[in-house]
């Protein structure tokens, strides 16, 4: 067995000092740097996360109004388990959690191969499928249902003309959402850089062995382009269903407009037009909260959100994880 003097002098100088006040000392001091240089974000998680999420706790005990505080135990949970507008709005969230998130990173990525398969132009149609994706939230939201409106929207006029009938997008219940998922199909263009930039970085030397070996174009994309840009595809599956649990804007601005309310005095909006089939989960949190004032159930249905918001987030993360152990 090795002695400490057998060692190096500068490591066995360290080694005794380790054992010594002087090593514990500058053990401490050690630490309180390493705090210090923590500082910034202890102090921001503490104020930002830690405390909202426990005080979110706390008032999900409570009858809270902004200005009264009552406790009621655990009724606030036991109303959720009976409120069939919670229920509702989580079937809706995770239809678009299913059924837009993988539509738009595979509608993305098909714009992404169209593009860079293109031999003039790609400037232009490059440009051509980005600029949605620049277009505010609301004002994108409101051009898209007049666009889809079946009485006086021009969509309606050029389907009719070549004897196509258009549904009620977003006044009928069983197209309102994918009316929703048409719009977030129309603003993909965030996701289609994004994969174009992976594209390009596959090397051609690939294509061209498979394409003597005979590979197809399917082939060649399953065996060659998928495992390449496997982590940009995770990273748009991830992003994408932290957006889609977060669903808010887009839904509430197209079930005003398909409803006809406005903000006037004696306008009635009911969240979830029509028949709550555009009503996701952020936007009945919003209405319990601030429409209702009933900030201690609105916690309840935040802690909901924030489980099902880390389950989804764990789960895709282990999936990563899991392809990068392939990958090595």
Same mark, same amino acid.
């Given at each position: 067995?090795?002695?400490?003097?057998? =060692?190096?002098?500068?490591?066995?100088?360290?080694?005794?000092?380790?054992?010594?006040?002087?090593?514990?000392?500058?053990?401490?001091?050690?630490?309180?740097?390493?705090?210090?240089?923590?500082?910034? $974000?202890?102090?921001?998680?503490? #104020?930002?996360?830690?405390?909202? =999420?426990?005080?979110?706790?706390?008032?999900?005990? +409570?009858?809270?109004? @902004?200005?009264?505080?009552?406790? *009621?135990?655990?009724?606030?949970?036991?109303?959720?388990?009976?409120?069939?507008?919670? $229920?509702?709005?989580?079937?809706?969230?995770?239809?678009?959690?299913?059924?837009?998130?993988?539509?738009?990173?595979?509608?993305?990525?098909?714009?992404?191969?169209? *593009?860079?398969?293109?031999?003039?132009?790609?400037?232009?149609?490059?440009?051509?499928?980005?600029?949605?994706?620049?277009?505010?939230?609301?004002?994108? !939201?409101?051009?898209? #249902?007049?666009?889809?409106?079946?009485?006086?929207?021009?969509?309606?006029?050029?389907?009719?003309?070549?004897?196509?009938?258009?549904?009620?997008?977003?006044?009928?219940?069983? $197209?309102?959402?994918?009316?929703? !998922? @048409?719009?977030?199909?129309?603003?993909?263009?965030?996701?289609?850089?994004?994969?174009?930039?992976?594209?390009?970085?596959?090397?051609?030397?690939?294509?061209?062995?498979?394409?003597?070996?005979?590979?197809?174009? $399917?082939?060649?994309?399953?065996?060659?382009? =998928?495992? *390449?840009?496997?982590?940009?595809?995770?990273?748009?599956?991830?992003?994408? #269903?932290? +957006?889609?649990? +977060?669903?808010?804007?887009?839904?509430?601005?197209?079930?005003?407009?398909?409803?006809?309310?406005?903000?006037?005095?004696?306008?009635?909006? !009911?969240?979830?037009?029509?028949?709550?089939? !555009?009503?996701?989960?952020?936007?009945?949190?919003?209405?319990?909260?601030?429409?209702?004032?009933?900030?201690?159930?609105?916690? *309840?249905?935040? =802690?909901?959100?924030?489980? #099902?918001?880390? @389950?989804?987030?764990?789960?895709?993360?282990?999936?990563?994880?899991?392809?990068?152990?392939?990958?090595?």
């Amino acid at each position: 067995m090795a002695h400490v003097s057998d =060692l190096p002098g500068p490591l066995a100088g360290r080694v005794r000092d380790r054992g010594s006040g002087r090593g514990r000392g500058r053990g401490r001091r050690d630490d309180l740097r390493a705090l210090l240089w923590l500082s910034p $974000w202890i102090v921001g998680f503490a #104020v930002f996360f830690l405390y909202p =999420l426990l005080a979110t706790v706390y008032f999900s005990f +409570q009858r809270y109004d @902004m200005f009264t505080l009552e406790p *009621v135990g655990l009724l606030n949970y036991r109303y959720f388990m009976e409120d069939e507008a919670a $229920w509702r709005a989580i079937r809706n969230t995770l239809w678009l959690v299913a059924i837009m998130v993988p539509l738009r990173v595979l509608f993305g990525l098909g714009v992404a191969q169209l *593009v860079t398969r293109l031999k003039a132009g790609v400037g232009v149609f490059r440009t051509i499928f980005y600029l949605p994706s620049l277009v505010p939230v609301v004002a994108g !939201t409101l051009g898209f #249902v007049y666009l889809l409106n079946p009485g006086t929207g021009p969509v309606q006029a050029i389907l009719s003309a070549v004897g196509i009938p258009s549904p009620d997008w977003f006044g009928d219940p069983a $197209w309102s959402k994918w009316g929703l !998922t @048409m719009l977030a199909l129309w603003s993909v263009g965030d996701l289609m850089v994004i994969f174009l930039a992976a594209l390009l970085d596959v090397p051609k030397q690939l294509y061209e062995a498979a394409a003597i070996d005979g590979a197809g174009a $399917w082939q060649r994309f399953y065996r060659i382009t =998928l495992p *390449v840009i496997r982590p940009v595809v995770m990273f748009a599956a991830v992003t994408g #269903v932290i +957006q889609a649990l +977060q669903y808010f804007t887009q839904a509430m601005i197209a079930a005003r407009v398909a409803s006809g309310s406005t903000d006037s005095a004696g306008s009635v909006f !009911t969240p979830g037009y029509p028949d709550q089939s !555009t009503l996701t989960f952020p936007e009945w949190l919003y209405h319990q909260g601030f429409r209702d004032f009933a900030m201690g159930y609105a916690c *309840v249905l935040a =802690l909901v959100l924030f489980a #099902v918001s880390m @389950m989804f987030t764990l789960v895709l993360l282990r999936q990563f994880r899991g392809f990068a152990e392939e990958e090595a």
